[in-house]
């Protein structure tokens, strides 16, 4: 099977999804630095005495924001439109004469004209549009050198496709669905044979799974002839084993038909097959709630850890803390803690689970698996990114393999980080899982609250939980 051609880390220095940002932050300096400078230099020259520059700089800054939010409106920041050699002097200069315009009427309707001089804005306003195009020139080539030289990649993205629609994808294809002159690329089989096609196909998309995995990509393109539904279903199936964003992209039929031109408006034009779990803030939002609350937990509740943990050695011999292998987000395997309660410790591809009045239980551990207390432990999990407070119960790997045999849903599971509770504990589907319906059911409540995460729904299953603890349903 042909690898896939991934850029080195040697030639890809800068990431196209930064572009934007350079772009706007360096007209954003351009402007102030006019500012500041028409408003010295006329003091200077008309003998003044030097004033104070805030009134300057607040007059910069605004003059920024006006000027940058008019342009981001219609891509000039983006790598596509940024890339093209020609400068957008109409552009620029009709955006600009509405930002001084804007200002005028501001200064005016305000009453803060008074702290600006008329030469000074004057100034401002001839020197400001000279400076924006000439970065504007400087950056197209710089540009045009980075493009040639590969210096500007997305490590982020993966496209996935018929060997005929890749191959038919040119620069100015990859600048407007990718943000990049190139990304990694995984071929699907042009065998004629059907079987050996989707053979070919499966070893593909099981290379692009541990791709996707170990390099934490974000976004898969997708491009295949729009007719071809059986290879589409193939794809969309493997889809469900990555937490990863993927975009129908137009095929070569497609895109000759609309004659599209490019803008950053016109993104529209790829079709969502899956979006992404949780979006980056809401990733850090609830990261934070994890870190807070659970090294709030772990410091109050320390005595009863250290009881707990002297009653275990008391009781039994063996070791205070049993680790057991899960798996965790988009699959990768961790060691999750609990207090130890049984005479066992099962760790492979032989697992019982614990039943009512189970004898492997020990005296210690039937009073701390009622209460949940054994589950305190997995807070080291949480703090270590392992875990969220809230997610899908993570279950045993023996478990994990038999249930996505089973349920082409429960790899859904492994989109978001596994919790200490969940949606589905709260509604009382916790402990063992004695049947396949049982299991149906607690996926079918997790995939739920992946799909309707919040914050509030979180702090919502927090308080249930306390209360779920307290009744000891399916504790044993």
């Known amino acids: 099977m042909e690898q896939p051609a991934v850029p080195t880390r040697d030639s890809v220095v800068l990431s196209g999804n930064l ?33 104070d520059l805030l009134p300057y700089c607040a007059l910069g800054l605004l003059a920024a924001f006006i000027h940058i939010s008019r342009m981001s409106g219609s891509g000039y920041y983006e790598l596509f439109d940024s890339a093209k050699p020609t400068v957008e002097i109409t552009e620029v200069v009709v955006v600009w004469s509405m930002t001084g315009l804007l200002l005028a009427f501001f200064a005016f309707l305000f009453k803060v004209s008074v702290f600006f001089s008329r030469g000074a804005f004057i100034g401002f306003y001839v020197v400001t549009p000279v400076g924006l195009l000439g970065v504007r020139k400087l950056t197209k080539y710089w540009l045009s050198n980075a493009l040639v030289h590969d210096v500007i990649g997305r490590r982020d993205v993966v496209i996935l496709g018929d060997r005929t629609e890749l191959d038919a994808l040119d620069q100015r294809d990859m600048l407007g669905f990718v943000g990049a002159p ?21 070893r593909t998309l099981a290379s692009l799974s ?5 390099n934490d990509c974000r976004e898969l393109l997708v491009i295949l002839p729009w007719h071809d539904s059986a290879r589409f279903d193939l794809v969309r199936d493997y889809l469900k084993t990555v937490p990863i964003a993927a975009r129908l992209l137009p095929d070569m039929r497609v895109r000759t038909l609309t004659s599209y031109v490019w803008s950053a408006r016109q993104r529209v034009l790829t079709v969502d097959i899956q979006r992404a779990p949780l979006t980056a803030m809401e990733r850090l939002v609830k990261r934070g709630m994890d870190i807070v609350l659970s090294s709030l937990a772990l410091l109050f509740l320390s005595p009863v850890l250290l009881l707990t943990a002297v009653a275990i050695k008391i009781d039994s011999p063996g070791p205070v803390i049993f680790k057991q292998s899960r798996k965790g987000f988009n699959g990768k395997e961790f060691v999750m803690f609990k207090f130890r309660t049984m005479t066992v410790q099962e760790n492979g591809p032989d697992i019982v689970q614990a039943v009512r009045n189970d004898p492997r239980v020990t005296r210690v551990g039937k009073p701390l698996r009622a209460a949940s207390i054994d589950e305190l432990p997995q807070f080291l999990n949480v703090l270590r990114g392992e875990m969220s407070l809230i997610g899908p119960r993570p279950h045993a790997l023996a478990h994990d393999s038999y249930f996505e045999k089973a349920l082409r849903e429960y790899a859904f599971r492994h989109h978001v980080k596994p919790g200490m509770t969940g949606w589905a504990q709260c509604n009382g589907a916790r402990g063992a899982t004695p049947s396949l319906e049982y299991v149906k059911e607690r996926v ?17 299953i927090l308080i249930k939980t306390f209360f779920e603890v307290l009744r000891k349903r399916n504790a044993y």
């Open 19 to 51: 572009i934007p940002y350079v772009l706007s932050t360096a007209d954003a300096l351009i402007i102030l630095f006019s500012c500041v400078g028409a408003g010295l230099g006329y003091e200077y020259l008309a003998g003044y005495r030097a004033s």
């Open 444 to 460: 079918k409540l997790d995939l739920w609250y992946i799909n309707n995460w919040s914050l509030w729904l979180d702090i919502q």
């Open 182 to 202: 190139s990304a990694v690329q995984f071929a699907l089989s042009d065998e004629c044979d059907p079987n050996a096609r989707e053979a070919a196909d499966r």
């Open 210 to 214: 541990n791709f996707v995995r170990q």
